[in-house]
């Protein structure tokens, strides 16, 4: 294979540390999100055809660098490959017609979905002795929180997150004083950090509520708008019916099953 790279030499492919520009083209590659396979590896690494001295990368070369370099071969994972193609495109125009009977525009339509943040994680794999391997705690660290991120189609009004996490008071916030009603997200708790009916419907009526009606008041813009969400556990039909009748401006649109890799706006 051809490239960018330069003509690798034999003695960095053989010796004690992964090739250099090997390691760039591999994490440029997967930054790009292409496959990468041991076949298109070594042909890359093979040196080039003017070079005086030949070199084959071989399985076994391909092993060692491995070895090396502390790369693995992982299972590509998505919910694209079980998506409804059918009823997205169905439920494009059955949106698109609701948007043009009640008169919505992009100030007043809003996505909401939930993502995990791994915000303390370490690397899955790495290489020690065999008399550390003996020794228990070879526990890899995977603190996370799950945050319900949420604005309009136009950009222009950002809602606060709702943050779910597994301790309701962390130690950091004992020993700083942190009044969680001055952080910039909704605080909410619990083990498993999920988000749950009872933290969503919390969210919809202290924040997301007020905040869009402030919004569009401020803008002067009719006070209604449309709330788009998935079907997530936590967003259970009938949202509407708990939510408080100063906030009935506030209409609820559930995505069909399977389509949210194609039509979820903050996916």
Same mark, same amino acid.
């Given at each position: 294979m051809k490239g960018p790279w330069?003509?690798?030499?034999?003695?960095?492919?053989?010796?004690?540390?992964?090739?250099?520009?090997?390691?760039?083209?591999?994490?440029? !590659?997967?930054?790009? @999100?292409?496959?990468?396979?041991?076949?298109?590896?070594?042909?890359?690494? =093979?040196?080039?055809? #003017?070079? *005086?001295?030949?070199?084959?990368?071989?399985?076994?070369?391909?092993?060692?660098? !491995?070895?090396?370099? @502390?790369?693995?071969?992982?299972?590509?994972?998505?919910?694209?490959?079980? =998506?409804?193609?059918? #009823?997205? *495109?169905?439920?494009?125009?059955?949106?698109?017609?609701?948007?043009?009977?009640?008169?919505?525009?992009?100030?007043?339509?809003?996505?909401?979905?939930?993502?995990?943040?791994?915000?303390k994680k370490m690397p899955n794999r790495t290489y020690i002795t065999a008399e550390e391997k003996m020794m228990p705690g070879h526990k890899p660290m995977k603190d996370r929180l799950t945050l319900a991120l949420c604005a309009n189609a136009s950009g222009d009004c950002k809602i606060k997150p709702l943050l779910v996490y597994h301790s309701e008071n962390p130690r950091a916030f004992r020993s700083h004083k942190i009044l969680k009603e001055k952080l910039q997200v909704m605080w909410r708790s619990n083990p498993k950090a999920w988000v749950t009916r009872k933290f969503f419907v919390e969210w919809v009526n202290l924040v997301f509520g007020p905040t869009v009606k402030k919004c569009l008041q401020k803008n002067n813009l009719p006070v209604q708008a449309l709330l788009i969400l998935d079907n997530a556990p936590a967003h259970l039909p009938y949202l509407e019916d708990d939510i408080p009748e100063e906030l009935k401006f506030i209409k609820v649109l559930y995505l069909p099953p399977n389509t949210t890799p194609i039509l979820q706006p903050m996916d």
């Open positions: 330069p003509p690798l030499s034999p003695l960095w492919a053989r010796g004690p540390a992964p090739p250099t520009s090997v390691m760039v083209w591999v994490t440029e !590659k997967q930054l790009q @999100g292409d496959t990468l396979t041991q076949t298109i590896i070594c042909e890359k690494t =093979s040196i080039d055809e #003017a070079s *005086e001295e030949s070199f084959k990368a071989s399985r076994g070369w391909f092993e060692n660098f !491995k070895k090396r370099s @502390g790369i693995h071969s992982v299972v590509r994972h998505g919910e694209t490959a079980c =998506s409804d193609m059918k #009823a997205a *495109e169905n439920y494009i125009k059955t949106f698109s017609d609701l948007i043009k009977a009640q008169g919505y525009i992009s100030q007043q339509v809003f996505n909401c979905d939930e993502t995990g943040l791994f915000w």
